[in-house]
């Protein structure tokens, strides 16, 4: 029975929008995309499994950067076509930039400022 | 100048999706899309102003229920292709159901429950 699955209203490529926020923090962490695979995967192991729609290819969150993000809640909108995962960040970063967020710009006046600080250097999470 | 613009990541249809949070509650409240007007409107009157992709046409949030969004901070992602807003929800409540976020679905065991309470009858928000 997957009828949980049947029931949200998937694009026409399959897809939904989904939106991670930090459950301890309450900070939006991030905004990706999930396939029916990439949501059951992610019911079944507890951790975040996205699609990555420029690879072409599931996404399992933190595999090399060691930041999983373990699922505490997964809440489905009115219209049930978007997502909102509730998220222990393993490490509390979720951006590839090594901050915590990837919301990190501000407009302000008419600038994109970085307001948020990287926590641990790109280099130092992706090891060659 | 509207270089800030410019620096967004717009899709080919010439859209951004947009994550509304409150800024008391911390809750995310919905999400939408903007194209370029869209967001220029939220900048210049400090409202959020939607483009509702069904009806194709610019959505200003509130206009007909009064649940104004109060636009406090605007932010945009690593990837610039994904903006969050943080909103004062005037009456609190986000959704067209009545309800403070559209995100009331909360998936238990393999069911969607409805875990958020009606604030006001939608026959109450909207008046004929």
Known sequence: MENWLDQIAWTAEGLVPVIAQDASSGK??????????ALRLTRETGKAVYWS???KKLWRKGQESG????????RLD???DVLLLSVEQQHGIACHTGRHSCF???LVDDNW???????KEPGQIYQP
């Open 78 to 80: 009115c219209d049930k």
């Open 28 to 37: 939006v962490l991030m905004f990706a995309w999930m396939n029916r695979e």
């Open 113 to 119: 400022q970085v307001v948020e600080p990287v926590l």
């Open 67 to 74: 930041h999983v993000q373990k699922v505490k809640e997964i």
């Open 53 to 55: 729609r420029s690879r």
């Open 104 to 106: 990190f710009h501000r």
